[in-house]
T-cell receptor
Framework: EAGVVQSPRYKIIEKKQPVAFWCNPI?????LYWYLQNLGQGPELLIR????????DSQLPKDRFSAERLKGVDSTLKIQPAELGDSAVYLC???????????FGPGTRLLVL | GQSLEQPSEVTAVEGAIVQINCTYQ??????LSWYQQHDGGAPTFLSY????GLEETGRFSSFLSRSDSYGYLLLQELQMKDSASYFC???????????????FGQGTTLQVKP
């Protein structure tokens, strides 16, 4: 079984530029999550999807961040414009129906200069 | 507010046993999970406790006491490859319903020495 796939793995951009991250969850997993992880910290939820519906986006900075999950499978997270403080690892995870069990992708390491 | 506390660093020798504690104060609680993350890698699910008591999975065990808002991860027969960060995570609730949302602690860096 293929795991969660994310791309790109690394991204370096200048501040004020846009950036997008892509995630393909494990086949059949209806729940998809985007997390942000700063160095030395635990992951923090940005948005959670049940199929194509965003059921929790309370921690997504909506002035610059947006996300979509078309057809309830792949998802894209976008930042426009990026700020220096957005430098972090962006993790995508998916889950089925086992409590507390999420499967994470390798993440995208973003560096904003 | 939501807070989880775990030690920032733990050091142990190969073959030993180590316990990583986690205390939590959250508005909702459905269960406690543990994740392992190697440097530059993805968090990997280790264990889940929905009820009080001990769950054992190979060399790893996890314990939960709801009344004490406390849990721990126990790693036995430590190996060098166990050097990683370990995160406890609370499953949030709305009422008594599982929201699926995980709230992570800051992580404990475990260093296993020869």
């Amino acid at each position: 079984e293929a795991g969660v796939v994310q791309s790109p793995r690394y991204k370096i951009i200048e501040k004020k530029q846009p950036v997008a991250f892509w995630c393909n969850p494990i086949s059949g997993h209806n729940t998809l999550y985007w997390y942000l992880q700063n160095l030395g910290q635990g992951p923090e939820l940005l948005i959670r999807y049940e199929n194509e519906e965003a059921v929790d986006d309370s921690q997504l900075p909506k002035d610059r961040f947006s996300a979509e999950r078309l057809k309830g499978v792949d998802s894209t997270l976008k930042i426009q414009p990026a700020e220096l403080g957005d430098s972090a690892v962006y993790l995508c995870a998916s889950s089925l129906d086992r409590p507390g069990t999420q499967y994470f992708g390798p993440g995208t390491r973003l560096l904003v200069l | 507010g939501q807070s989880l506390e775990q030690p920032s660093e733990v050091t142990a020798v190969e073959g030993a046993i180590v316990q990583i504690n986690c205390t939590y104060q959250t508005s909702g609680f459905y269960g406690l999970s543990w994740y392992q993350q190697h440097d530059g890698g993805a968090p990997t699910f280790l264990s889940y406790n929905g009820l009080d008591g001990l769950e054992e999975t190979g060399r790893f065990s996890s314990f939960l006491s709801r009344s004490d808002s406390y849990g721990y991860l126990l790693l036995q027969e430590l190996q060098m490859k166990d050097s990683a960060s370990y995160f406890c995570a609370v499953i949030d609730t709305v009422g008594s319903s599982n929201t699926g949302k995980l709230i992570f602690g800051q992580g404990t860096t475990l260093q296993v020495k020869p």
